[in-house]
């Protein structure tokens, strides 16, 4: 169902009334890596609209490495995504990290976000293939773009069409960062499939430092949209603060991107 073969001109995944993701405008999709306090995602929110992102990002249910980790503010988190919502118009994205949460994650998001961790968690591609709410599409860090395309293929065929892929990083030999962001996949991807490709250069590289050069490059290559780590001070986030940008960094590097995507 992902297939060119099937279908040859490009999916358009409609967000909201007035945001698609896959059509000629580039979306940019920002925010903290996790919610952490109203103060926080509120500022984040409003920063982030007014740089120019069409959406914004915040996780609630983290999937994370440790379990000493912060692990989110579940359902008290998404009430403040929706908060944040209310106030900027920006609809959001989160993630859901397992079968038994889609239906309380659905019904505050937007889009659901399917981490590099759950891509092939069977049981939960199945399940949101089953909801009508788009679903964000993480790379894994070992995936191969066959096995991709096929995770995308199990919340297809349950349904669910509005499938966006994201690729997010890979694990490489290289440790100079924290994953190699694979822009080849951009190209490659829009050879094989007719789906919307996003580029998340904040965990792709994990260095706030090459977020903006990730950025301008995947526009160039032809990504649909990017989805980028903002904090108000990434000194004290909760999480991943090394690959957050600052709102100013963040305004600075979005003034750039209209000319690259002008010109893509
Ligand atoms: C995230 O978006 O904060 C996240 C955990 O991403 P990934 O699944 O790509 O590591
Ligand atoms: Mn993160």
């Known amino acids: 169902l992902a297939s060119k073969e099937v279908k040859k001109e490009a999916s358009v995944v409609r967000i909201s009334e007035n945001l698609a993701i896959g059509g000629s405008e580039l979306v940019v999709m920002a925010g903290p890596c996790s919610v952490e306090n109203e103060t926080q995602i509120i500022e984040s929110a409003l920063a982030v609209k007014a740089a120019g992102a069409q959406m914004l990002r915040g996780g609630a249910f983290k999937p994370r490495t440790s379990p000493y980790s912060f692990q989110g503010l579940e359902e008290e988190g998404l ?24 239906d309380l994650v659905a019904s505050y998001a937007d889009m659901l976000q399917i981490g590099a961790r759950n891509s092939q968690n069977f049981a939960l591609l199945k399940k949101v293939g089953q909801i009508n709410k788009p679903i964000l599409l993480k790379r894994g860090m070992s995936m191969t773009i066959q096995e991709f395309l096929m995770s995308a293929e199990y919340i297809m065929s349950e349904g669910n069409q509005s499938v966006i892929l994201c690729e997010r990083g890979i694990r490489t030999f290289e440790t100079a960062t924290r994953n190699t962001l694979d822009l080849s996949a951009i190209p490659v991807l829009k050879a094989k499939t007719h789906l919307p490709i996003v580029i998340d250069p904040s965990h792709g590289t994990g260095n706030y430092h090459y977020i903006a050069p990730m950025s301008y490059a995947a526009v160039a290559a032809g990504a649909d949209g990017l989805i980028i780590e903002v904090h108000p001070d990434p000194e004290r986030a909760s999480s991943d603060g090394p690959q957050s940008l600052k709102p100013k960094k963040f305004a600075a590097l979005m003034d750039k991107l209209k000319l690259f995507a002008a010109a893509a």
């Not at 106030?87 to 993630?95: A, I, K, Q």
């Open 79 to 102: 009430k403040l995504l929706a908060k944040a919502r209310e106030l900027t118009g920006l609809p959001f994205v989160t993630e859901v990290i397992d079968p038994e949460s889609v």
